[in-house]
């Protein structure tokens, strides 16, 4: 594409960000699946909404190259089926909700953050303060825990297998997942370690979904849950202690807090597992990264670090052995040990 092609593009990203959210909660794709190409009539009477309306919102996403049409008739672009179907071997809607119902509403306030280098949950809730973002937001209600779980799970549970099959926790008795969610990194590594047992801790609203996936997962006999607030109480007792996806929630002194509680609680020779997206050194990628680094101003206190940057805190703190692994996907590790 051309320099001025590209900025066009950019200009209506958020067209296209939508395009792909609705054409997902109207089931389009999962219609196209189902029942092959068919025609805009089809597809609206199937899912309970007007001809003309639909029309175009499927041509929108033909031009993005979602879907193909031919004649009167819409159909998935091959490539893109795995992905977009719900029964798709790599279906990635289980991403969108938090990101399309949350974060999009919150981007309409990006100048003020960049103002005034703050989260904006303040512009879009009508309130003039803010508690616990956690439990005044994310986990407000019960459509808005759901939402997010369901976007933890899908973006961590495939790069967290991937992880536990390259690095074993083999020898090990006990893992302890902070600010775990549902747990997808937790089940992971008792998927890949046998003789692994596993606690979550997080907030009391995550409670009753971490417990069904445990079940859904077949891991309830040795998974469990701990609620309670890591940052203040007691942690759970245990010989590897997780932190995922939760140091770029928040400022540089609390999250070296959190790190000291951990080494606090480790036995000698115990591990910490930093999970995050790592910028490479320069902060010019990666793009997923760089995306959720913006949106971290918006929604929380924290950002994105590279890997070296979270090992300068891990040997701080007094850890050794450090070893990054990285996933095929967007998520990686550095674990370490206290020596």
Not at 70 to 90: D, I, N, V, W
Not at 180 to 188: P, V
Request: net charge negative; proline share 4%.
């Amino acid at each position: 594409m051309t320099p001025e092609q590209t900025i066009e593009r950019l200009m209506f990203g958020f067209v296209a960000s939508q395009t792909l959210f609705v054409c997902h909660r109207l089931k389009v794709f999962d219609h196209l699946d189902e029942h092959g190409p068919s025609a805009c009539r089809k597809i609206a009477a199937s899912i309970g909404v007007p001809e003309g309306s639909l029309e175009r919102l499927l041509i929108s996403a033909v031009c993005l190259g979602l879907l193909e049409k031919e004649g009167p008739c819409y159909r998935l672009h091959a490539p893109f089926a795995p992905y977009l179907a719900s029964k798709g071997e790599k279906y990635l809607g289980g991403k969108f909700s938090h990101y399309s119902n949350a974060s999009y509403p919150l981007y309409a306030h990006l100048e003020d953050a960049v103002r005034e280098n703050r989260q904006q949950w303040h512009r879009v809730s009508g309130r003039k303060a803010v508690g616990c973002i956690y439990s005044d937001f994310v986990y407000a209600d019960g459509a808005a825990t759901r939402e997010f779980l369901e976007t933890m799970w899908a973006s961590g549970y495939a790069d967290s297998l991937d992880l536990c099959a390259q690095h074993s926790f083999a020898g090990s008795g006990r893992l302890v997942d902070l600010g775990g969610a549902t747990g997808s990194f937790a089940i992971a590594a008792l998927q890949k370690n046998p003789g692994l047992t596993a606690i979550v801790m997080d907030l009391p609203p995550v409670e009753p979904h971490a417990k069904r996936a445990f079940i859904d997962n077949g891991c309830q006999q040795r998974a469990g849950f701990h609620a309670g607030d890591m940052f203040q109480d007691a942690l759970p007792a245990g010989d590897i202690y997780v932190i995922g996806y939760v140091l770029s929630d928040w400022p540089e002194e609390r999250c070296l807090g959190l790190i000291r509680r951990v080494w606090d609680a480790l036995p000698l020779g115990g591990l910490i597992v930093i999970l995050e997206k790592f910028f490479n050194n320069d902060k010019t990628g990666p793009f997923l990264t760089g995306m959720l680094n913006l949106t971290m101003l918006l929604e929380m206190q924290g950002q994105h670090r590279s890997v070296d940057e979270y090992a300068d805190w891990l040997e701080n703190a007094g850890f050794s052995e450090m070893t990054a692994v990285y996933s095929s996907g967007e998520k990686h590790m550095l674990v370490a040990r206290k020596t």
